[in-house]
């Protein structure tokens, strides 16, 4: 395995060239666009890695899995779906997906914004702090790490240049989808974005997905087995964004993206895989990140179709 990433990295380290780092906030334009790491966490807890993987970024998109786990375990998946639907939407992660008049809350999902920023809504806790920090200890368990903490120059970064998700919140809160305090949500949802991690912190969380909600090293249930197949669904039709039909063709596994760079796949039963290249698309995902999954996928016949 170790040999075939290595080759892997070698092979696909060129087309970070053809990307570019994320630069609607001056801390991710910081980075170095030629990075390339790989992780993978294997259901018997075998650890595999090559390349940059030890580099850190922030979770950005690819939190919004947790916040749906954290949504789903504290309201059952009724509740969450009567607040946002299912769908892909066919648009980029912060399209204002609304008609003339009306915002529908069946045309949003929680792999879109507007459809994570209202997944923050339903974490239970008395205080905001004490809702924050259960999401904090969720993804430490998810990535691995009980040290798990926000990088605090992204968060700022986040919260000064949140023009766009500000709009988003206020406009599902004017349409009744948003309830609470909207300014405190959106912390909650830049917070979410800030929060720090490494490839083997995804391939981790990866593993717990493919494992349908057990770790990998101590088989400990994390979460109950039907919410792995309602994330792990959602994850394969929205998860790369409107991206996600081209790479439901070109790899075939559930998997999500973040602006950071980072890809967090997940092969049911069999492994987790975490990406990091920082070098984007025009639609926001790692162009080496995908390059990687796609030869990976075809190496070790990775696709579930
Ligand atoms: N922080 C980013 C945003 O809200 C996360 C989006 C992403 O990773 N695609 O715009």
């Given at each position: 395995m170790e040999e075939l990433l290595e080759r892997l990295i070698e092979e696909c380290?060129?087309?970070?060239?053809l990307g570019k780092t994320a630069d609607y906030i001056p801390e991710l334009a910081k980075?170095?666009?030629?990075a390339l790491g790989v992780y993978v966490i294997g259901s018997e807890g075998r650890h595999s890695w090559a390349g940059d993987c030890r580099q850190s970024f922030t979770l950005q998109s690819m939190v919004k899995p947790i916040l749906l786990l954290q949504a789903l375990l504290d309201n059952g998946a009724e509740t969450v779906q009567s607040k946002v639907?299912?769908?892909?939407?066919?648009?980029?992660?912060?399209?204002?997906?609304?008609g003339e008049r009306t915002l529908d809350s069946?045309?949003?999902?929680?792999?879109v914004n507007m459809g994570a920023i209202v997944m923050c809504t339903l974490i239970h806790g008395d205080s905001y702090e004490e809702r924050f920090q259960r999401l904090l200890a969720l993804t430490g368990q998810l990535v691995g790490d009980s040290q798990v903490s926000i990088d605090q120059a992204v968060y700022l970064s986040e919260k000064n240049h949140g023009s766009k998700n500000r709009a988003l919140a206020y406009l599902l809160k004017s349409c009744g989808i948003l309830e609470g305090d909207v300014e405190e949500v959106l912390d909650c949802y830049f917070r979410a974005c800030s929060i720090q991690v490494d490839c083997r912190g995804l391939a981790h969380m990866g593993a717990v997905l493919a494992n349908r909600g057990?770790?990998?090293?101590?088989?400990?249930?994390?979460?109950?087995a039907p919410l792995a197949r309602y994330v792990n669904a959602i994850l394969m039709t929205c998860?790369?964004?409107?991206g996600s039909g081209e790479f439901a063709i070109r790899v075939g596994i559930p998997a999500k993206s973040g602006v950071s760079g980072g890809i967090m796949a997940v092969v049911p039963t069999r492994m987790g895989i975490g990406i990091y290249s920082p070098a984007l698309d025009h639609k926001g995902n790692s162009v080496a990140g995908i390059q990687l999954l796609e030869k990976l996928s075809r190496e070790l016949y990775l696709s579930i179709f």
């Open positions: 380290r060129p087309y970070t060239s980075k170095s666009p030629e639907g299912v769908e892909a939407t066919g648009k980029p992660f912060d399209a204002i997906n609304a069946r045309h949003i999902n929680p792999m057990r770790l990998p090293d101590s088989n400990q249930r994390v979460f109950p998860g790369m964004y409107d």
